[in-house]
């Protein structure tokens, strides 16, 4: 039914396995894998903490006012968990590891 779908719409290349993936492995038949992407949770913490560490560090040793990006981003870490909007996970989103081709879905 979907390699039908896929013909009618012009593709030329098209297989159909009969019992899908699982018997295509099966066979020994080579299959490409995608490797996930870390978790979109988890890269929002590695780069919060990292952006904390470096304003930390510039505040430190170049000037006094880096510490206010630290605060900044202590104070949107605490507005994330309040309203559950999160700037920054929508912009990792966009992100090219986190894309998922249509055809690997």
């Given at each position: 039914?979907?390699?039908?779908?896929?013909?009618?719409?012009?593709?030329?290349?098209?297989?159909?396995?009969?019992?899908?993936?699982?018997?295509?492995?099966?066979?020994?038949?080579?299959?490409?894998?995608?490797?996930?992407?870390?978790?979109?949770?988890?890269?929002?913490?590695?780069?919060?903490?990292?952006?904390?560490?470096?304003?930390?560090?510039?505040?430190?040793?170049?000037?006094?006012?880096?510490?206010?990006?630290?605060?900044?981003?202590?104070?949107?870490?605490?507005?994330?968990?309040?309203?559950?909007?999160?700037?920054?996970?929508?912009l990792l989103k966009l992100m090219?590891w986190n894309r998922v081709s249509?055809?690997?879905?």
């Amino acid at each position: 039914m979907a390699a039908e779908r896929l013909l009618s719409l012009g593709m030329v290349n098209i297989v159909d396995v009969q019992g899908g993936m699982a018997a295509w492995e099966h066979a020994g038949l080579p299959v490409e894998k995608q490797e996930a992407a870390m978790p979109l949770e988890r890269q929002v913490r590695i780069v919060a903490g990292a952006l904390v560490f470096g304003f930390s560090l510039l505040g430190f040793f170049v000037n006094f006012t880096f510490f206010y990006g630290s605060a900044l981003i202590g104070f949107m870490l605490a507005f994330t968990g309040i309203l559950g909007l999160c700037p920054m996970m929508s912009l990792l989103k966009l992100m090219p590891w986190n894309r998922v081709s249509i055809l690997t879905k």
